[in-house]
């Protein structure tokens, strides 16, 4: 083990030489003025050595244990550490020795730790003594770790408004996951999908998280040491609102109008101008705050492109449109100020005016987003770091229209928010994860985007080039060969072999959002698109799929010289194992599955078959419409699509479930019944 994969990496490692052998019936010993703040992260430390190990390691809170029996000391000491998050961490061949500020850097000590148990693997052999067999052992390598922060606020933001809202237990397993990579905030994008008591019309059919649901999901969330922030759009898009008739008068354009982004047939946002907008922010806020312990509060304010075109056309043609949206903004802020909150909001808008930059309040975080890997987090964040505004940064997944991401763009992403966050002094990191189109990637899709973005959000200069990868492979889908998590890393980047770059997307994910009509009026946007292209696209598709493994295999036997057979019978008994005892919940074999069998892995297989299939029927379906557009229809192909759509929705649907509550599916999948009807047409 003397190259450590773990996640985020440690800012600084040091290995020194040596061994902890992990012996049965030893003690984990809480030293803290309060211990029971520790006894949250003492029992994942506990499960962990039972699970990893197959030992028993009792929990007490007194430091005066014989030393002889203590196997771990958790300690809070105040001012112990250089950060109130850090932590330090020392494995010597006596024993565990954590120590920390808080009961937050203690939680992350023993983070660390339990991902050194994940990847160790357990030694021993057949040990030739008077009373038979030597039980196997289990080794830590001696160490010592120094650890803090780089940005105090680590969080991820995922989309449960457009379509898919996760059921509680699958988000209960994302907390767990994140948790366990040092992320110390969640936040749930909302537009209708809380279920509003007052309003019941806009969440009817969303299957809405319920305040019981977010009351449990805040509790779970503290106890991990996340931060679970309410978050609510207050100003644009709020069309799931505002299309209902109690609703529409208060938008800015009742009836749709045209925007920068072309025509939009339904409304947008809130009229910033009428006095019934900022009454129904009120009634909003007053009755989904109580249930968040948080007190920060993300109330959205992004992308207002109608504003100014309708009922405010007047006002912004006196006052100018930046001044319309800051008047309501400082209408928001004093709503969420009345709730003893801090307010956060999307920057987009007030960036577009950076003039108004210094008449924001210096108690409101600004958050500061995109998703390019050229997006300018150097130019924005200095524009808010001069003016004194506090500001995240809020680089992407880059999963959204794409169904299997694309890595190299959103990893490039994620590390110019981190460089940039850093040098103009973000206060905050947030990973955000949209669902644009119809939250059409699964899930798992985007487990390398938060795992690559908490490990430069905690430490840059450690993380920047850690191999992703390997380390997502391991602490997400349990699989210490690596294979996995290449394969989620080399599916996304797939698309690049077609030449074709699209802003926010990829060109397959696109090809079936599209009708046929459609894209023929918009062919000159893709100059690059050609079939070889394409067909380069499915070869490599099917090169990174081939290496998914049959089934899980056993890793290497450890054969144990007989020199190394001695010096462990002579640990085991000093540790306490009398020769020959065999121990209750018996040890690990003496090998281990590489790729650890794991309730969630067949799953997982199947969603990612499920992307690379929807890819390859991209792909197919840009042959079929340039073959089309040419005059050269291929007849068989068309029917071919219209049989793999079919199986493709089949599918889609029960993956669907399998993570996500059902309203919202029929929309979703009605995106592919349109694809699938451009066939039949």
Known sequence: MSDLTLLPQPRQLTLTGGALFISPNRLIVLDASDAGALFFSAKRLQAALAERVGVGWEIVANATAPHAQVGATLSVVASGTRHPQGYELTITPEGIHAVASTPAGLFYAVCTLIQLLEVGRPEGGKLETASNLQPPTFSLPTLRISDWPDFPSRGVMLDVSRNRVPTLPTLLELVDLLASWKVNQLQLYTEHTFAYRNHPEVWADASPLTGEEILALDAYCRERFIELVPNQNSFGHMTRWLTHDRYRPLAEAPHGCDTRWGRRDEPISLC???????????????????????????????????????????????????????????????????HGRTMQFWGDIIMEHPELVPELPRDLIALEWGYEAAHPFEQHGAIFAASGVPFYVCPGTGTWNTIAGRTESSLGNLRNAAENGLKHGAVGYLITDWGDAGHWQPLPVSYLGFGYGAAVSWACAANVESD???????????????????????????YLKTGVAIHNSTIMARLMQITFAQFVVNRARYPNLTADGLQAAIAKIDAVMARWPASDTDGEPVEPTPAQQQGKAAAWQKAGGAVGERVEPTPLPYSRPAIAQHPGREL????????????????????????????????ALRAALVADAERLMAEYRDLWHAR??????AESVARMEKMRGDYLA
Not at 287 to 308: A, K, M, W, Y
Not at 604 to 619: N, P, Q, S, V
Not at 660 to 665: V, Y
């Open 468 to 494: 992703i990868a390997a380390a997502v492979s391991a602490f997400a889908f349990h699989d210490l060969t690596g294979t996995l998590g290449r394969i989620a890393y080399d599916l996304g980047n797939a």
């Open 660 to 665: 996500s509550r059902p309203g919202g599916f």
């Open 604 to 635: 997982i297989r199947r969603e990612y078959a499920w992307a690379a299939d929807m890819l390859r029927h991209g792909a197919r379906r840009g042959i079929w419409m340039l073959g089309k557009l040419d005059g050269a229809e291929d007849v």
């Open 272 to 338: 910033p101008i009428d006095p019934g907008s900022i009454e129904l922010v009120r009634s909003m806020f007053d009755e989904l705050l109580p249930h968040f312990s948080s007190r920060q509060f993300n109330v959205g304010c992004d992308e207002t492109i109608d504003l100014g075109q309708v009922r405010s056309k007047a006002a912004v043609a006196e006052l100018g449109a930046g001044r319309v949206y800051l008047n309501f903004l400082l209408q928001i802020y004093r709503e969420v100020k009345a």
